[in-house]
């Protein structure tokens, strides 16, 4: 299975994703923050990452642009999860080079299915 990356503040949304993840086969590297998840990012090489927006210190929007503008980490899948729903988030997420956008509250199954077809067309796209 793949190798995912989750960054959320929220130790109980992060451990809900991380369990249903793990419960899918994957293996799942969780952080606390945008520094980490680039940190980790550029030590695990995850094969996906979903990154919440609002963490403190480095935002999941400023860890994907940092992600885009890495060479080795750009094709990186990216899903954003997070609570603001607005249009204009949503396409603020987009622009910043997100995947797909989440918002909270979530289903564990629909977090599951979008990783599942990020990775599906991650793996299409490779070959």
Known sequence: ?????????????????????????????????????????????????????????????????LIRAETHLAHLPVILLTARAQESDVETGFDSGADDYITKPFSPRELAHRVAALLARESTDSH
């Open 1 to 65: 299975m793949a190798r995912i990356l989750v960054a959320d503040d929220d130790v109980d949304i992060r451990e809900l994703v991380a369990f249903k993840l793990t419960s899918l086969g994957h293996d799942v590297v969780a952080v606390g923050d945008g520094a980490a998840a680039i940190q980790a990012c550029q030590e695990q090489s995850p094969d996906l990452a979903v990154l919440d927006v609002m963490m403190p210190g480095m935002s999941g929007l400023d860890a994907v642009r």
